[in-house]
């Protein structure tokens, strides 16, 4: 017999069938039940249509748009100046989708109860497709609380950014059915010490809210510089003030606006970050001179709440697909999925999944009800507290989540290395870890009212003795205040803990309260995987399975 009858090796066996084109809604049932626990359950028709589209056509679009990432062009043919970011049509395309399905729209322009939650649901899903398009999605949907400070800026800007139309023309804001906002903060000399910028804005006529100014400066990082105006902070006479700065002047031409080069970044890939020079930039002040960071601090506020939502969809993500693949890959004879140790790991990063999850829409349940004081106190304090904790978690979840896929989940062909390089923008954006744990210890000491938000929220933890411990402990630590700084992480972690637990146990899952319990609360590993015995681990696995 020749050789080459036996040559043909390449006979594949023993893989995953592929996981593309499954409605990522409803593979989610962790999602759907927090989705109707806060209040979002009347937008569940249009969650999951975009839950098809964000397991379809935009994770392709993700790919995509991550192997042509952005390319900036200075001048055209000619010479003359055009500050032309070019993307691919991939990313066009998932700007376009969220646009229409009102990712960036739907609290302010439908508000309701479960508003918020609905649109963090939409947000959680195309998150998962392509993360990278949500910088200038989350800067849009932000900005309308500080825009809402200045009537005259809002009666000409909201309408064209609350519209559900994307138009990525370079052109005047005039010509735009709808438009895309940014933000310019960081400079060179401080990033998060904003106080330190030296961008400097002068009168164009008189001075005062809602009036044109000139601004002259270098901003260190841009978010979306192709959006058509961006939000900044630039020294007046009387401080630091907050500026809408557009693209372009009224009269229709270029504004004094010049993107220097594009940051080449770890991930975010799809989306272009930008360093620019402002030469006498035509901006228009929002609220008073000296009241910037109090004018722009409600806009960070919300994209504080994206990045929890955010980093809590890479996680989902990334658990997806771990045990899409652990379901069907057998080592041993035997399926992974099936197998202690690994049960063990799954199980361990779906507690982490849903606690994230439940923290983040439970502050969307907040931020739907403005009018209730215990609510805006609680929100007030876990936009630093689940900004810290969930972005923190992120990366050590991904890294984890590919593992089980092995070598696979370590190529470019997997969706895992881009959510792991994605993962660390949400923890260093709007304001680092100690930055989030320094803003929990000013809320608790200087506003009145968040302690006992705090403590009214986790109540007496519905009897569970080692909740109730949990809570005692978080009273003395808040009761000691020597070194308070030195220990805020410490702090920050046992509140998100605690908060996660009684969200959890409250929502009547036993099998799920109790393993994080049990692991988060009364002590486990320090790697995901390491749950203590006893745990209904085979259950906690088949609840976030997709099943595909």
Sequence with gaps: MELRAFAETHVVTNQPPPLEGCNLYRVDLPLRQWLRRFGGGWAEPRIDAYGALA???????????????????????????????????????LMKTAVEHGLPSLPWAEPQPG???????????????????????????????????????????LPKVL????????????????????????????????????????????????????LLGHKWFCSAPMCDAFLTLAQTERGLGCFLLPRHRPDGSRNEFYIQRLKDKLGNRANASSEVE???????????????????????????????????????????????????RQVGGRVLAEQPLMQNVLADLALESEAALALSLRMGQALDNPADEHQTLFARLVTAVGKYWICKRAP?????????????GYIEDSVLPRLYREAPVNSIWEGSGNVQCLDVLRALAKEPGVRDALFHELGDGHGERRLLAAIEQLKAQLADTEGAQYRARQLTESIALALQAKLLLEAGNSEVSDAFIASRLAGSGRAFGALPRGLAVPQLVARSSPGV
């Design 55 to 93: 397991g379809g056509p935009l994770a392709a679009a993700g790919f995509l748009a991550n192997a042509h990432p952005p390319v900036f062009h200075s001048h055209d043919r000619q010479g003359h100046r055009i500050d032309w970011v070019e993307f691919h049509p991939a990313y066009h395309q």
């Design 115 to 157: 508003a918020h939650v609905a649109r963090a649901a939409l947000t959680y899903l195309h998150t998962q497709a392509e993360p990278g398009s949500g910088c200038p999605l989350t800067m849009t949907f932000a900005c309308v609380p500080a825009l809402r400070r200045q009537p005259g800026l809002a009666k000409q800007w």
């Design 163 to 214: 519209a559900r139309e994307y138009d990525p023309r370079n052109v005047p804001m005039a010509e735009k059915a709808g438009v895309t906002i940014g933000m310019a903060m960081t400079e060179k000399q401080g990033g998060t010490d904003v106080r330190a910028n030296t961008t400097r804005a002068y009168a164009v006529g008189q001075a005062g809210p809602g009036e044109a100014y000139e």
């Design 278 to 328: 402002l030469r006498g930039a035509l901006a228009w002040l929002v609220g008073e001179e000296g009241r910037g960071v109090a004018t722009i601090i409600e806009m960070v506020a919300m994209t504080r709440f994206d990045c929890m939502v955010g980093s809590s969809a890479l996680m989902r993500q990334g658990l997806t697909q771990a045990l899409h693949h652990c379901a069907y």
């Design 396 to 408: 050590a979840m991904l890294v984890e989540a590919a593992e089980c896929l092995g070598g696979t």
